[in-house]
C-alpha cells in the first residue's frame, strides 16, 4: 500500500517562511540581509522572565502540568484583563495554549463541526485559511479594503449570512497583515450581531499592547460569549516560547480542556513559569521600551514610504507592519519580493500570504525591527524604484 497524504493537508504553505528561509541563504552568502518580513520582536524575553527560569530550572522537575495550565498563570492572566480592560474574568475561565495557534485549533474542534462556515477579513492571517482548510471547515474571506479599514463590518456579514448562514467569525484586532484596530462601537456591534445569530466570535487579540493611537478593546468588554485568544509572543516578546491562551465561554471550557489534553497534554512547563514572570511590573517596564521604538519605527515608515512612490496603505493603529498596494511596481510581489531580496538583501512578505486574490500587487512591512536597519533597508529600496 503506497501512503498518501490527505486531502485535508492539501493547503497553502505559509510564504512569508519561505521569505525567511531564502533570506537566511541570502545572509550565509552575502551577510547583508535586512527582514521586514518576520512578524517577531528582535528581543528577547524580558528579564524577568528569564530569572524566574534560572529559579524554576533549579528548583522543579518541569514534568507535565496541568492540561488547562498552571493555576498561577491562569490567576495572573485572569488579573491582567481585570486591570487592563475591567472586565470580570474567573481562572477557571482561562485555559493555556501551546502558543496562540495550539489554542486556535482547538477552539475550532471543539467549537465547529466539519463542513460549517467562519468568516474572516481578507487580508488576513494566512493561518486561519489553512487551519480551517486543514480541519474541514469553510473559510468564508470577505474582501475588506481601505474604507472599511480592512475590518470586517457588520452590514458584511449580514449579506453573508443571508444567503448562506454563518457559523463562527474570526475578527483581528490590531490586524495581522494591517495592523488596523477594529472601533469600539464596531467591535460592540460585531459582538452582538454574532449573540443576536447564534455565531460565535472568536476574536484574535495577540497583538495587544503594541498600539500607538487608541488601545484596542477586547471582545470579552462585549460578549461574555466571544472566544479571546491571547499569547505572549507579541507584545511579551516571547514568540518561541510558545505560550498562548483562550478566554472561553462555559460551554467551551471542558471540551476544549479535554481535546487539548489529548492533542498536546499542556504548554510547555518551563515557559509556562516564565509567563507568569513576564506580566510583573518590571517586565511590562521593559517591554514598554520595545513599543515605544516601535513608535519611532513607525514614523519613520510612514514618512518613507512616499519615496518608494507607496501612497496606498491604511496607517497602523497597532502591531507593528504595514500593509501596501506597490502595483506601481509591480503585480507580481512574489517574483518582485525575490527579486528584491536577491538585488538588496532586504526580505519582504508578498501580499498573497494574505489576501489570494488581491495580494499580488501588496506587500507587507514589518518594522520590528531596529530603527537603523529599517532605515538603511528604505535606502536599499529607493536606490531600486
Known sequence: MRVRPSTRSAVEPFHVMEVVRAAAARQRSHGDMI?????QPSTPAPRAALDAVHTVLESDAL???EGDGIPLLRETIAAHYRATYDVDVAPDEV???TGSSGGFSTVLLAAFDAGQRVAMARPGYPAYRNTLHALGLQPVEIDCGSETRFQLAVEQLEREHAETPLHGVIVASPANPTGTIIEPDQLAAIADWCTAHDVLLLSDEIYHG?????????????SREAVVLGSASKF??????????NLLPVQLRRPVDVLQTNLAICAPAVSQYAAVAAFSPEATAELTRHVE???????LLLRR????GIHSFAPPDGAFYAYCDVSHLTDDTTRWC???LDRTGVAIAPGVDFDPVNGHRCIRLSFCGTTDALDEAIDRLVAIV
Do not use: H, K, Q
Request: glycine share 8%; with cysteine.
Open 305 to 308: 514610504l512616499p519615496e518608494l
Open 95 to 97: 485555559l493555556i495554549s
Open 293 to 299: 521604538r516601535y513608535a519611532v519605527n513607525r514614523d
Open 236 to 245: 511579551w516578546s516571547m514568540t518561541g516560547w510558545r505560550v498562548g491562551w
Open 338 to 340: 525575490a527579486e528584491v
Open 35 to 39: 527582514l521586514l518580513c518576520v512578524g
Open 63 to 65: 514534568g507535565y502540568t
Open 210 to 222: 503594541i498600539s500607538y493611537t487608541a488601545s484596542a478593546r477586547s471582545a470579552r468588554e462585549f
